[in-house]
Every structure is written in C-alpha cells, then in structure tokens.
C-alpha cells in the first residue's frame, strides 16, 4: 500500500460522506434515537442489589452493536454503487491498489464510527445515566474498531451483489446471527456446545465480551485487549478478503 495514496482515498470518502446528509444523519442520529427507545423499554425494570440495571447491560453492548449494523449496510451499498456506476473501474485504471481503497474505506468509516459512537456513547452516560465500571473512552474505542469490522464484512459481501436489495440481503445473514450469539440473551457458556462453538468463530462475541469487561472492572483487563486485538484481526483478514474478491463492475 502506498501512505499517499491511502490518505488521499481516506480523505475522498470522507468529503464523499460528509456531502450525503442522510448518510450522516443515519450515522448520527439514529444510535441516539434508538437507544432512547432501549432507555424508556428498560427504565423502569426492577434492579437486583449489587448486579447492574438491565438498561446498563443492554445499552452497553448496544453502544458496540449499532455501528456494527449501520456500518455494514452503508458500507455494502457504497461500494456496490462505486462498481455499478462505473467509478471503481476508472479509480482502479489510476495507481490506486486495491488494498489502498478499502483500508481506505476502513479508516474512513472507521473515524465516522468512532464519532457515533462518541456522540451515542454521551448521550448514553450523560443524559440516560448509563454506569459502568471501566472508562466511557474505552467503550468508545471497541465501538470504532467494531465499525472498522463491519465495513471490512461489508465491503467483502458487496463483492457478491449485484443490487443494492442484494446487498441489504446479507445483513440477516451476517448480522442477526452474531447478535443471538454474542452473549446479549444467554451467556456464552450456558449455551449448547455446538452453539458455543458457533459464537467462539465470531468475531461480534469478542466485542460484547470486551464491552462486558469494561462493564465489570474499573481498569483495562487483559482478557479486553485480546479481544480488541482478535475483532482487529478479523477485520484486516476480511478486507483482505475484499481485496481478493473485489470485481470492477457488476455483471
């Protein structure tokens, strides 16, 4: 990958998005307003003494989910627009790599990412009086690099589409499953084995475990960083992945 390259393509797609109203206030606006529904479905449920109220357990994985899904429908239909309209295949005549325009992509949305969720993150623990142990920046931090994830899984099933219907097809496939299994409804080790070994290979589980973590001690834990790490992993193989599988245009 050539950095001047790279940093050119990150800064195109950031003017590109920052031009597309409805694409920001998707980004912006609609984590806040969804997490206000979670706060009134849950602000009244009884809390056990000493465990955390169920709107602090559900918001906080909430906080890693949003960008997630967000993330991946903007991604997967941005990248199938740039192949059917022609764009990528002129991008793709210049010295732009393939590798140089997704982790471009991945960085873009990845800093759009880190901004939902800091804007959803203070609404969260400054006017719906979410409580956590750990620190609101780290939450922050698995939130961006869980947004860098999807755009990586986004980009790579764009390449199987050739529709903008397609491509919203695949977030039932890619998206609903990680959530039953991530441990939001039932722990991860209550689960039936062949269940536990599903949630083990995806990648979503190790970010509501991070989440978890910072939920439950006041200091970064290494079982957080492995994690983070193993999320961060799983996101450069699927961009690689994208690159491999990348097409100029639809057919």
């Given at each position: 990958m050539n950095p001047r390259i790279l940093a050119a393509t990150t800064g195109r797609i950031?003017?590109?998005?920052?031009?597309?109203?409805?694409?920001?206030?998707?980004?912006?606006?609609?984590?806040?307003?969804?997490?206000?529904?979670?706060?009134?479905?849950?602000?009244?449920?009884?809390?056990?003494?000493?465990?955390?109220?169920?709107?602090?357990?559900?918001?906080?994985?909430m906080l890693g989910f949003f960008p997630f899904i967000i993330m991946f429908l903007v991604t997967s239909i941005a990248m199938?627009?740039?192949?059917?309209?022609?764009?990528?295949?002129?991008?793709?005549?210049?010295?732009?790599?393939?590798?140089?325009?997704?982790?471009?992509?991945?960085?873009?949305?990845?800093?759009?990412?880190?901004?939902?969720?800091?804007?959803?993150?203070?609404?969260?623990?400054?006017?719906?009086?979410?409580?956590?142990?750990?620190?609101?920046?780290?939450v922050v931090l698995i939130a961006a690099v869980n947004a860098?994830?999807?755009?990586?899984?986004?980009?790579?099933?764009?390449?199987?589409?050739?529709?903008?219907?397609?491509?919203?097809q695949f977030m039932p496939v890619v998206a609903i499953p990680q959530l039953l299994l991530c441990g939001l409804f039932v722990p991860r080790g209550e689960m039936a084995g062949w269940l536990q070994a599903v949630s083990d290979a995806l990648p979503l589980s190790y970010a509501v475990e991070a989440l978890q973590e910072v939920g439950a001690h006041p200091d970064p834990t290494g079982t957080m960083w492995r994690d983070v790490a193993i999320v961060a992993g799983a996101a450069v193989v699927a961009l690689v992945l994208a690159a491999a599988t990348l097409r100029r245009r639809s057919g």
């Open positions: 950031l003017r590109q998005l920052r031009h597309d109203r409805r694409t920001v206030a998707l980004l912006l606006v609609v984590p806040t307003v969804l997490l206000t529904l979670v706060y009134f479905m849950y602000v009244d449920q009884p809390t056990p003494p000493g465990r955390p109220s169920v709107f602090d357990r559900v918001a906080l994985i199938l627009r740039e192949r059917t309209t022609g764009t990528l295949e002129r991008l793709l005549t210049t010295p732009l790599g393939k590798l140089d325009l997704l982790f471009g992509y991945g960085i873009a949305f990845g800093l759009a990412g880190a901004v939902q969720a800091a804007i959803a993150s203070a609404v969260a623990y400054w006017v719906f009086g979410l409580d956590t142990a750990g620190s609101i920046w780290l860098v994830l999807a755009v990586a899984l986004g980009l790579f099933c764009s390449a199987f589409a050739r529709t903008e219907f397609q491509a919203v």
